[in-house]
């Protein structure tokens, strides 16, 4: 017999560029939520308020506030620190 198990990972770094902004953190976000994954998602600096309202509307909507996070600030900085942690040894 086998048997396959489904179990999150871990949380999902999303990153997302500022060329269609909303359309990529949807796209990130409702997989990575779907699969019981939590998420932090690194919104564009260029434009920030889009990944803030989707983060807003789901909070809104009843998903619970620790599954996700929303950061801002300089990728070189932001990405080094989020690969240097457990984050990304999955």
């Given at each position: 017999m086998q048997l396959?198990?489904?179990e999150p990972v871990g949380p999902v770094a999303a990153f997302?560029?500022?060329?269609?902004?909303?359309?990529q953190a949807v796209?990130?976000?409702s997989a990575a939520?779907?699969?019981g994954r939590s998420v932090?998602?690194?919104g564009p600096e260029?434009?920030?308020a889009s990944c803030a309202d989707l983060i807003r509307a789901l909070l809104d909507a009843g998903v619970?506030?620790?599954v996700l996070g929303l950061v801002y600030g300089d990728p070189g900085e932001i990405s080094p620190t989020s690969s240097s942690t457990r984050l990304a040894e999955r």
């Open positions: 396959v198990v489904k997302t560029p500022w060329n269609f902004p909303l359309n796209r990130k976000v939520l779907c699969t932090i998602l690194k260029d434009t920030p619970p506030g620790d």
